[in-house]
């Protein structure tokens, strides 16, 4: 089995927490009375994990001096409030209900998807693509922040845009959609390279739903029973419950082996694509919610090569060590990605796969 | 006379029934009336321990006003040796049967209303089945329930017990720790016999042996007994051969399906295919179901206490809602597009 050897003694933890059921943070809204959302949720015994990390996460001054501030890049991206319940903890938030402003006051997701958004470490006045963007709790988060004079959100499947675009509404009021220029659209994401050129400073290129997480090997899927695999796909959908009785749609089906196998090269497309589009010295986040490095570290490196040789891109990864450490109390991170941080899922914190990796264009 | 006299303040127990015998002859000999009726109530008094006023029932009134009557005391005497006689046969049968004078005294002073006859006829259809004094006396000690049972149903349970394979000595497990063998309604021990035979196809030889291992399987819900059953063929790939090896019937659903799942989910258990196979080896039942929580963790599962609680937890909420959706999924669902 491919990720017995990928990840060794770690995998039967991994894979017991992906076939039972998932834990959830609840991203409170800042469109809505979000004070009172935050109250009501500590009094369920969840606490804010952004916050915590944030401000009791500093590592301590050695030796009595004042610790260097973090490079402006390590800096996460503001005002995101997400909270979740202890480690071990398997106490579920109730549904959310619309505030009396007319939104939802929370958004139940998969915490660790927050954290590519918090790595993207935006800052008021960005413009940001992304990639891939439904179901839309990554697209949400980026509105929370506050930072996005321009939000474009695209997913390549139409019907996925359009819950997309429920989600928005029902989160977002119709001003700061106007004001934030938010645009959804459905196009196939890897042609935005060619349309927009260098435009945006920061790009967020999300390459996650494509509805095949995980590589997995023939015999493997053999011996799981249906509903195992669809629990296994919908995991990384976060909230979207729609693909676990997608039984057509299920990428695992063996039909589907060649689309399987097409997936690492799509991936790079987009990323490619993501890269051009982002001005120089500008970032891009590519996220996955997939386990193999066929699709993570590989993705990356081969795109960044492909760059190199065919466009005379110079791209740079960057250290996620200080980030990861902020995070470690709350998430179970892999030890040994050669780039990039992975969360992986563990019955205490039963969040992720999510992997998430960092790059600055440089030319 | 001061034997008899003692037989009579020692057996302040056997009143009842020598009251009754009493009443008979008293009614069928006549006797007189006041000298009965006083002797009678002296009796009573004086076993009992009781002072004057005291009155034990109606019923002494009512023989003495028969009109004929025999001299109570002489009666009374009379039946008291008549008792003492047959319970020292009792004894004698029981000494002979293998038991000890320290079996023989417990066994009449667990519970001293019983007749020494009824005593003796229990005891001797657990012999007759095989069991050897001392589990006798042991399992009517932990059980004297056992003592008031008609003895021909204790007779035709015994051979129903036979037929199933259950003497011989297979009896002293089964009488230990479930002696309801031998209180509970025939059809209920049919019915998990029915479900082992006819719906699990145990062989009756298999029935035989899960009865001698595993008698809790007779406290069962049959439903539940065979669900069991499947879950051990079907989900886990057990043969009927190893489901009576490893007395897996005892174990608790809760805590198979707790330990199973976490396996397979951990991917260390797999369902066997068609031709039996795994791509690795199954863990052996022992080390999964016989072994402490503790060393199922180390040496089995190789997972922590803390993962296996919050799995448990979570597990036993997937229970509760698949029972609830299956509990709301009463009519078909109509085909959708």
């Known amino acids: 089995m491919t990720y017995s050897v990928q990840f060794g003694d770690l995998w039967p933890s991994i894979r017991v927490s992906l076939l039972s059921e998932q834990k959830y943070g609840a991203l409170v809204n800042n469109f809505a009375a979000w004070d009172r959302v935050s109250a009501e949720l500590e009094q369920l015994s969840a606490r804010d994990f952004v916050n915590e990390a944030i401000f009791h996460g500093e590592p301590e001054p050695k030796n009595g001096q004042t610790a260097a501030p973090p490079p402006a890049s390590w800096a996460c991206s503001p005002n995101l409030r997400c909270f979740t319940f202890a480690r071990g903890d398997v106490s579920r938030f109730p549904p959310a209900r619309l505030g009396s402003l007319g939104v939802m006051d929370y958004y139940l997701m998969d915490a660790a998807s927050l954290l590519p958004v918090l790595a993207l470490g935006l800052q008021p006045g960005d413009t940001v693509l992304d990639l891939c963007a439904a179901p839309g709790g990554k697209t949400l988060a980026l509105l929370q922040t506050g930072c996005c004079r321009n939000l474009a959100a695209n997913d390549l499947s139409t019907s996925r845009a359009g819950r997309l675009q429920k989600v928005l509404h029902s989160y977002v009021p119709q001003d700061v959609r106007d004001r934030n220029r938010v645009r959804v659209t459905s196009w196939d994401g890897r042609k935005w390279g060619e349309l927009e050129g260098d435009i945006y400073d920061r790009v967020f290129s999300l390459v996650a739903e494509i509805q095949a997480v995980w590589i997995l090997t023939e015999s493997w899927l053999y011996h799981l029973s249906a509903r195992e695999v669809w629990v296994l796909v919908d995991v990384p959908c976060t909230t979207d419950r729609h693909s676990l009785h997608e039984e057509e749609n299920n990428i695992f089906k063996r039909s589907r082996k060649k689309e399987r196998q097409m997936l690492p090269m799509l991936q790079m497309q987009l990323l490619a694509a993501g890269l051009l589009a982002t001005k120089p010295g500008g970032h891009v986040v590519y996220s996955t919610c997939s386990l193999s490095h066929l699709q993570n570290e590989y993705v990356v490196q081969g795109t960044i090569e492909l760059l190199a040789n065919q466009y005379d891109i110079k791209v740079h990864v960057e250290d996620l060590t200080h980030f990861r450490k902020l995070f470690m109390d709350t998430f179970s991170f892999f030890p040994s990605c050669q780039v990039g941080e992975l969360v992986i899922p563990n019955l205490m914190a039963n969040f992720g796969p999510m992997y998430f990796c960092k790059m600055c264009r440089m030319t | ?337």
């Open chain 2, 1 to 337: 006379m001061a034997a008899l006299g003692r037989q009579v303040l020692d057996g302040h127990r056997l009143i009842p029934l020598t009251w009754s015998l009493i009443a008979r002859q008293t009614t069928r000999l006549g006797g007189q009336k006041r000298t009965t009726a006083f002797l009678l109530r002296k009796l009573t008094m004086v076993s009992s321990g009781g002072g004057l006023g005291e009155s034990p029932s109606v019923e002494p009134q009512k023989y003495v006003q028969e009109p004929e009557h025999r001299t109570g005391l002489t009666q009374c005497l009379l039946e008291k040796q008549r008792t003492a006689v047959e319970r020292e046969k009792v004894v004698s049968s029981l000494l002979d049967m293998g038991f000890s004078d320290v079996h023989v005294n417990e066994l009449l002073s667990i519970q001293p209303g019983t007749h020494p006859q009824q005593l003796l006829d229990i005891i001797s259809e657990l012999i007759l089945l095989g069991l050897n004094p001392e589990p006798v006396c042991v399992a009517l000690k932990k059980s004297p329930q056992l003592l008031k049972l008609p003895v021909m149903h204790m007779k035709k349970r015994s051979s129903y017990l036979r037929k199933l394979g259950l003497g011989e000595g297979k009896l002293k497990r089964v009488l230990y720790s479930c002696p309801e063998i031998f209180t509970m309604r025939q059809r209920d021990i049919e019915s998990i016999v029915g479900v082992l035979k006819e719906k699990c196809l145990f062989t009756v030889k298999q029935v035989t042996e899960i009865l001698h291992r595993c008698p809790c399987v007779l406290r069962e819900d049959p439903g539940e007994l065979e669900y069991k059953f499947q879950y051990a063929y079907f989900r886990m790939g057990i043969k009927h051969v190893d489901v009576v090896k490893t007395d897996f019937l005892q174990y608790s659903m809760t805590k198979t399906k707790e330990r199973h799942v976490f396996l397979e989910r951990l991917g260390r258990y797999q369902t066997p295919d068609k031709k039996g196979q795994t791509l690795v080896p199954n863990p052996l039942l022992r080390d999964i179901l016989r072994v402490s929580e503790a060393e199922f963790l180390a040496k089995t599962a190789c997972s922590s206490a803390e993962e296996f609680g919050v799995f448990k937890e979570l597990l036993a909420r997937e229970e509760e809602e698949s029972e609830g959706r299956m509990a709301d999924a009463g009519s078909p669902e109509e085909a959708g597009p």
